[in-house]
């Protein structure tokens, strides 16, 4: 059974400051893999999709790395504002054929302070 | 473009009574999916329908049922509420390739259900 597991729960930082989330997850054959963003009484809104073949993806001040092999995933927050303050979750896709198997991460509570 | 809608987006019901949650999106997604959010529990699936027509049974199922109703609808149905069904609903939809793997998935905003 997949497990995924994400490190830190929360964290606080100032503005400006560079952040990495990690997310692990235990069975690596995988098709890819989800970074969502959460806030408050809301849905969740997908980030970044890495696809298995892939090692990063970026948009904006984000980057998601991948290594598969390791069955890590880092999500790294450059410049933070608070606006980036939510939770973010990270989902792994082990689907086969019409088999739908995508697993979810409990979070990490992102607090960016002016 | 709405992306994907849900009613209602809260509700208070009482034991044993039943209702359905609606839920459409309008990005021509071939999949769409039922998810429940518990403190402490994360994101656990409870329906998904990988096309028009079909429907399976997610990581929680008990006490729901399903309706792909077309390509753009899926309502979820509490027969008979419980207690335990309190929690956030939220729908979602994608583009699954054959091969399996979902593009990206979009959620909706919610329901919030409390059972009494």
């Known amino acids: 059974k997949q497990e995924v597991t994400q490190i830190p729960a929360a964290l606080s930082v100032p503005e400006g400051e560079n952040l990495v989330l990690n997310c692990s997850f235990t069975?690596?054959?995988?098709?890819?893999l989800q970074w969502f963003r959460q806030d408050p009484g809301k849905g969740l809104t997908s980030l970044l999709l890495?696809?298995?073949?892939?090692r990063e993806q970026t948009s904006g001040r984000l980057n998601a790395s991948l290594d598969k092999s390791s069955g890590r995933s880092t999500l790294y927050i450059a410049a933070s504002q608070p606006g980036d303050s939510a939770t973010y979750l990270c989902a792994v896709d082990n689907s086969g054929g019409s088999n739908y198997k995508l697993t979810f991460g409990k979070g990490t509570l992102l607090t960016v302070n002016p | 473009n709405a992306g994907v809608t849900q009613t209602p987006k809260f509700q208070v019901l009482k034991t044993g009574q039943s209702m359905t949650l609606q839920c459409a999106q309008d990005m021509n997604h071939n999949s769409m999916y039922w998810y429940r959010q518990d403190p402490g529990m994360g994101l656990r699936l409870i329906y998904y329908s990988a096309s028009e027509g079909t429907t399976d049974k997610g990581e929680v199922p008990n006490g729901y049922n399903v309706s792909r109703l077309n390509k753009r609808e899926f309502s979820l149905r509490l027969e008979s509420a419980a207690p335990s069904q309190t929690s956030v609903y939220f729908c979602a939809s994608s583009y699954r390739s054959l091969g399996g793997a979902d593009e990206k998935l979009f959620f909706g905003s919610g329901t919030q259900l409390s059972v009494l």
């Open positions: 890495i696809q298995s073949s892939q």
């Open positions: 069975d690596s054959a995988i098709y890819n």
